[in-house]
Every structure is written in structure tokens, then in C-alpha cells.
């Protein structure tokens, strides 16, 4: 299972993740694909090591954040699949499998997920170190971390629309530092104190 890495002080210490977590071009995305400016609810540095079991986030299943976020996996090292990486399949072969056997927020079996849809459907996030991926977890059904053979490293970033659902319960990492990053680093930027620090 993922075990993440990411303390709150290296986002003042490395402030270049906090500034990469932001980027114009990840909130241009995000805020496209939500219709507003969103929050970002979760940064996690993440190593998955290496794993033969089948539990948890290891099986298919949606996160319930809300109907829609956007969730963005970034590769800090290259990522095949012998490093476990996201599996996933796109919101309309996700439905499929919701018409033939419902629509759960727990975890579906391999079985019924390809009693519905094809193998050959599934996206995998593999790429070299840098690359990265958008995808929508509350709507397109995905594991991870599944028959891992060595380690990856990846950068999670987690954004939802302000007035999400379901909020969660918060993030370890930026939850105590909100506001210090907006005052120390963006506090001429109405954007990104949104992003970082919009009331729930």
C-alpha cells in the first residue's frame, strides 16, 4: 500500500513542489475541467513498495470526494509495469461496469469489472520520471500499487470543487500551513489562496 513520504516542512524547505502543486498550467487544467477554481485537498508524496497483495485501493473502485475531481499522478521516477503503477479505465467503460453489476463505493472484483469491460480498455500511468497524468477518480473506476515488483515514486495531488461532498478528512501535510504558504508565498496571488485556502 502507499506509505506517503511528505512532511509538512519540506514544502518550505523544497518550495518548489508547493510551486509545482500550483503550477498556471495544472490549475488551468483542473479549473477547466471542474468549471471553477478548486482546492487543492491533498499533496502526498508517495512510495509504494513493492507488494503481492490484492486489498484496499489495490482493487478497483471510485473515490467519493464528490461526483467529479481531479486528481493528478505525477512520476518521480519511471514507472512500468513492474512498479505497479495506476490502472484505470475512462468514465464510459466505468458505466459499463455500473450497468452490469451496480454501481458501489466499495471495491469490485477483477471478475466483474471484466465481465463487462475488455482488459485492453484499461489505462495504465507508466512513463518516465516527469510524466504525468489528470485523472478523475470519482469517476473512473482504478487500482494502484497491485503486483509490484520494485518501488515507485510518485506525486499525488488531489483537487475537488470548494463545496465539495465530501471534504474527507483533511491533509496531515498542508492542513496546518495553509494560510503561512498563502501569507509566505502567494499573498498577492487571489488565485492560489483560493486554491490553498478556501474556507470548506
Known amino acids: 500500500m502507499p506509505i506517503n513520504l511528505l512532511e509538512t516542512d519540506d514544502l518550505f524547505e523544497h518550495r518548489a513542489l ?11 487544467a483542473v479549473t477547466a475541467y471542474l468549471g471553477q477554481v478548486p482546492r487543492l485537498y491533498n499533496v502526498m508524496f508517495w512510495w509504494s513498495p513493492p507488494s503481492q497483495t490484492l486489498t484496499g485501493s489495490q ?10 475531481q481531479a486528481k493528478v499522478f505525477i512520476n518521480l521516477s ?3 509495469e513492474e512498479n505497479g503503477p495506476l490502472h484505470f ?28 469491460v475488455s482488459k485492453s480498455d484499461v489505462l495504465t500511468a507508466v512513463g518516465e520520471a516527469g ?17 509490484n515488483r ?7 495531488l488531489n ?20 494560510k503561512r504558504l498563502v501569507r509566505e508565498f502567494y499573498d498577492s496571488d487571489p ?10
Open 18 to 28: 508547493i510551486d509545482l502543486a500550483v503550477h498556471d498550467d495544472i490549475l488551468a
Open 89 to 116: 479505465l475512462k468514465p464510459a467503460d466505468s458505466l459499463k461496469v455500473d450497468a452490469k453489476v451496480g454501481y458501489s463505493q466499495g471495491r469490485y472484483t477483477d471478475e466483474e469489472v471484466y465481465g463487462a
Open 131 to 147: 510524466r504525468g497524468f489528470i485523472v478523475d477518480t470519482a469517476r473512473c473506476l482504478h487500482y494502484g500499487s497491485r503486483g
Open 78 to 80: 519511471d514507472v512500468t
Open 159 to 178: 483537487f475537488a470543487r470548494v463545496n465539495s461532498v465530501d471534504p474527507g478528512k483533511g491533509c496531515v501535510v498542508l492542513d496546518p500551513v495553509r
Open 191 to 200: 488565485v492560489r489562496a483560493v486554491v490553498l485556502d478556501s474556507p470548506l
Open 59 to 68: 482493487r478497483y473502485h471510485y473515490d467519493h470526494r464528490d461526483t467529479r
Open 150 to 156: 520494485s518501488d515507485r515514486f510518485i506525486l499525488l
